[in-house]
Nanobody
């Protein structure tokens, strides 16, 4: 069994920064790629960023490239999402997930999901 718990969400003004954390259970955490997705009210869940098991490879959605940074600390079984230059359109519930297939940007490539953490960016 794998459990993922997100934290670090909150309310910030446009242009501000926020750092999300995702704590994971399991002894093989470093064997899996991890990803961040988000879902805004009334919209579909969308891919944000992904990172390889070792942390050496990262991938970002065009909408966040240059502003967000994904990282991980395998010793702590934790993946992070540093969000800078936040915009109101970044407002959403952010989820972390474990990737188990070749898919990177599709949620079909992930098997375990956290319950999400709310990020609200005011104008």
């Amino acid at each position: 069994q794998v459990q993922l718990v997100e934290s670090g969400g909150g309310l910030v003004q446009a242009g501000g920064s926020l750092r999300l954390s995702c704590a994971a259970s399991g002894r093989t955490f470093s064997s899996y790629d991890m990803g961040w997705f988000r879902q805004a009210p009334g919209k579909e869940r969308e891919f944000v960023a992904a990172i390889s098991g070792s942390g050496g490879i990262t991938y970002y959605a065009d909408s966040v490239k240059g502003r967000f940074t994904i990282s991980r600390d395998n010793a702590k079984n934790t993946v992070y999402l540093q969000m800078n230059s936040l915009k109101p359109e970044d407002t959403a519930v952010y989820y972390c997930a474990r990737r188990t297939s070749w898919a990177v940007t599709s949620d079909t490539g992930y098997d375990y999901w956290g319950q999400g953490t709310q990020v609200t960016v005011s104008s």
